[in-house]
Structure formats: C-alpha cells, structure tokens
C-alpha cells in the first residue's frame, strides 16, 4: 500500500517542480534604499549605492525595477569606498529569458549572460552587472555562477 502512495504522489511531486521553475519568484528587497552592491572581480572593486528603488512594471514572469544610484569603487585591501559625484537612473529588467540593464525605460539593454556560458561561467566584464541584477531580481548575494541554475536562467553570451 505505501508503493502505491508513493507512486501516486510522486508525479504530483514532479508537476510542482515544474510549475514552480516555470513562474519566477522574484524578490526585490535586495536592492532598497541604501543597499549597495559590490562585484570584486578585478581590482579595484565596483560599487553601486541605491539612493531609491521603484516597481514599474510587473506582470507574470517580468518585473521592471526604476533605481536611482550612485557608483564608486573600492581596492581589494581598502575599506573606504570613493563615490563618484552624480547620481543616475537605471532600469532593471526581471526576466528569466531576457535579463537585462537599461538606461532608459520601455528599452532592452544588452542581455546580461546568466546560466548559459560554458560551464555557466560569467565573462569577468558582466559581473558587476550580474551581481547587482542578480540582488536587484532575486536578494541573491551569494556565487553568480551558481545563480543561473539557482533561478533557471539559461541565456547564451
């Protein structure tokens, strides 16, 4: 009798993986006023300050985030960061199949390349942009090479 259980439930198991990966969960409280992000891929490290963050847009499987923000950079062994002095506005495009940073609203900007590198590795000149859409989309600080299989990203670079 427990085979059978078993049996019977494992397909509705299966069925619940799949919807879930195909209906993203997005979570934007990674990026809110005064978080910052950091990618320490060369040095010195880059650095974004969030001065303010906004939902534009969302519908299913998409959301797009307006932020305000400043940049700076900080060295490996420093721990002052030096902030440039001009604030800008960025748009941040939640997407599983079209994850990307724009400069202006209703625009795609170049598709960021999570999960679908070789051995999903990210090309070093992406990772601060990765890193901070990967916190902007997901609260993810953790190893951005891992995160396309995390969220089931899969865009060729």
């Given at each position: 009798?427990?085979?059978?259980?078993?049996l019977?439930?494992?397909?509705a198991?299966?069925?619940?993986?799949?919807?879930?990966?195909?209906?993203?969960?997005?979570?934007?409280?990674?990026?809110q006023?005064?978080a910052?992000?950091m990618?320490c891929y060369?040095d010195?490290c880059s650095?974004t300050?969030?001065m303010?963050?906004?939902?534009?847009k969302k519908?299913?499987g998409?959301?797009?985030?307006?932020?305000?923000?400043?940049?700076?950079y900080?060295g490996?062994?420093?721990?002052?960061?030096?902030?440039?002095?001009?604030?800008y506005t960025?748009y941040?495009?939640?997407?599983?199949?079209r994850?990307?940073?724009?400069?202006k609203?209703n625009?795609?900007?170049?598709l960021?390349?999570i999960?679908?590198g070789?051995y999903?590795v990210?090309?070093g000149a992406?990772y601060?942009?990765?890193t901070?859409?990967l916190q902007?989309?997901?609260?993810?600080t953790?190893d951005?090479?891992?995160?396309?299989?995390r969220?089931?990203?899969?865009v060729?670079?």
């Amino acid at each position: 009798m427990t085979k059978i259980v078993t049996l019977l439930l494992f397909p509705a198991f299966l069925f619940s993986i799949e919807t879930t990966a195909a209906t993203p969960k997005f979570n934007h409280k990674g990026m809110q006023k005064g978080a910052t992000s950091m990618s320490c891929y060369h040095d010195p490290c880059s650095v974004t300050r969030i001065m303010s963050t906004q939902i534009i847009k969302k519908k299913p499987g998409y959301t797009q985030l307006k932020l305000k923000a400043i940049n700076g950079y900080r060295g490996w062994e420093s721990k002052k960061t030096t902030w440039e002095h001009e604030f800008y506005t960025m748009y941040i495009n939640c997407s599983l199949k079209r994850p990307n940073i724009s400069s202006k609203p209703n625009k795609e900007g170049y598709l960021l390349p999570i999960g679908g590198g070789k051995y999903g590795v990210i090309p070093g000149a992406d990772y601060p942009d990765v890193t901070l859409y990967l916190q902007a989309c997901h609260n993810y600080t953790g190893d951005i090479d891992e995160a396309g299989a995390r969220y089931g990203y899969n865009v060729k670079d």
